[in-house]
């Protein structure tokens, strides 16, 4: 089918709805849910719970119109082996990476809190990327799956927005990718550093990708599924 465009910041996208997938990062119970990691580092899980409704909403749509769609999760090996001493370390924390937490051992592969939440929870034939670190391509097979199914644009859901989704967008816009970032399905456990982060995606006429919303991605994934039918 023809071309479709999505209207984002700094100016609109236009891409290949064959060539198109949805990337929702790391909705783990452990960043998301009280109770999890997120939780325990004192900070508010709310402002990362705000996502999961309206990345539900692209979910389905997504879904709808048939574009392949990839989850993300941030942990390790049971035994460690794949997390370098500096990460573990960081922080000084009384319960870290490894340590048995309210969810099971933290950030752990198996383990309740490594987990994504019912909400978004992948759907069968739905590829999960596990990784060690915060971007998704790095030591994982991500660029593999997307080069196989030829895709070219990322629509871009997750947490947090600063970190994960960050390192992942920038990751990707130098393997060729473009990703458009929907800011309502992206969240920050810090307002400001929310703010900064979608600022600097769409800096300088894109330098990163596009910054975009739910709204504006479910209608035109909802053009998909029209002219699919």
């Not at 999760?73 to 319960?95: F, I, Q, S, W």
């Not at 593999?144 to 960050?166: A, D, M, P, S, Y």
């Not at 990751?171 to 550093?193: K, M």
Request: hydrophobic share 40%.
């Amino acid at each position: 089918m023809d071309k479709l465009t999505i209207d984002a910041e700094p100016y609109p996208l236009e891409f290949d709805p064959d060539r198109v997938a949805l990337l929702i990062i790391d909705m783990q119970r452990d960043f998301v849910e009280p109770g999890g990691f997120g939780e325990m580092l004192g900070n508010d899980v709310s402002r990362l719970r705000s996502t999961i409704e309206p990345c539900g909403r692209v979910l389905a749509a997504a879904r709808a119109a048939g574009i392949a769609v990839i989850h993300t999760r941030e942990g390790h090996r049971p035994d460690l082996a794949d997390a370098p001493p500096t990460k573990l370390a960081r922080g000084r924390l009384e319960v870290g990476i490894g340590d048995e937490g309210p969810m099971g051992r933290v950030l752990v592969r198996g383990a309740h809190g490594h987990d994504i939440v019912p909400e978004l929870y992948p759907a069968e034939g739905e590829p999960v990327v596990d990784k060690p670190g915060k971007g998704a391509f790095y030591e994982t097979d991500l660029h593999l799956i997307l080069k196989n199914r030829g895709i070219e644009t990322l629509i871009v859901c997750g947490v947090t927005t600063e970190v994960c989704v960050h390192t992942t967008v920038r990751e990707a816009n130098d393997r060729g990718y473009e990703c458009v970032v929907l800011a309502d399905c992206v969240g920050s456990y810090f307002p400001e550093f929310q703010r900064v982060a979608l600022e600097m995606i769409k800096a300088q006429g894109g330098i990163f990708g596009w910054v975009s919303d739910a709204d504006r991605a479910v209608a035109v994934l909802g053009r998909i599924r029209r002219d699919a039918a």
